[in-house]
């Protein structure tokens, strides 16, 4: 959802500046990132968008760095691709590892690209005070996620998913046809 949203937005930017852009020309050089533990669905989630993800190498402690990033981006820009998503994760599946939010947040603010953070796993262990300070840099994500099935003894496949900008996602996944429509839907 997070990354079909991105793409989204920006296609919609990037098609108001020049309109002679076809969405299949813009989504054909967009990319996305994501740490070398993250889930399989983030991988699954560039199949089904379209667009191509790449894998930033995490530490000797499976973490995500900004440093990583910085040097993905750069190479990346240099050959003309248009970086728009970044999923970072708190609390992997595979090692339980923890993204550096502090570093990765400020570049995908600086760069306008969507930050989102898969805390599918661990999330749930947020709620406890004492495990909150694992969250430092979400103020700087566009979207989140975790499974509280996975920790909270609620029914599997439940996953709550928060997004900063409601019409980002609200945008990407309209279709308002003249048979749906009513005189009181904007309130």
């Not at 299949?24 to 699954?44: C, K, L, P, T």
């Not at 993204?99 to 796993?121: K, S």
């Not at 430092?136 to 928060?162: I, M, Q, R």
């Not at 609200?170 to 005189?183: N, R, T």
Request: aromatic fraction near 10%.
């Amino acid at each position: 959802m997070a990354l079909l949203a991105a793409r989204t937005k920006v296609a919609k930017r990037l098609q108001a500046e020049n309109p002679k852009l076809s969405e299949a020309e813009i989504v054909s050089r967009m990319v996305a990132y994501s740490s070398d533990q993250a889930h399989s669905s983030v991988e699954r989630a560039g199949l089904i968008s379209g667009v191509r993800m790449k894998k930033i190498q995490s530490d000797e402690n499976f973490v995500a760095h900004g440093e990583a990033l910085k040097r993905a981006l750069e190479a990346d820009k240099a050959e003309g691709l248009l970086p728009v998503f970044v999923c970072a994760t708190l609390g992997t599946t595979s090692s339980c590892s923890f993204d550096n939010l502090m570093e990765l947040g400020p570049i995908c603010n600086a760069e306008n690209i969507w930050l989102h953070v898969d805390a599918a796993y661990a999330g749930s262990a947020f709620i406890c005070p004492e495990f909150r300070y694992l969250m430092k840099g979400v103020e700087f994500a566009d979207s989140f996620n975790f499974n509280p099935h996975k920790w909270l003894l609620v029914n599997f496949d439940c996953s709550a998913f928060w997004v900063k900008k409601r019409s980002d996602l609200i945008g990407a996944f309209k279709l308002d046809p003249v048979y749906l429509q009513y005189d009181q839907q904007a309130s």
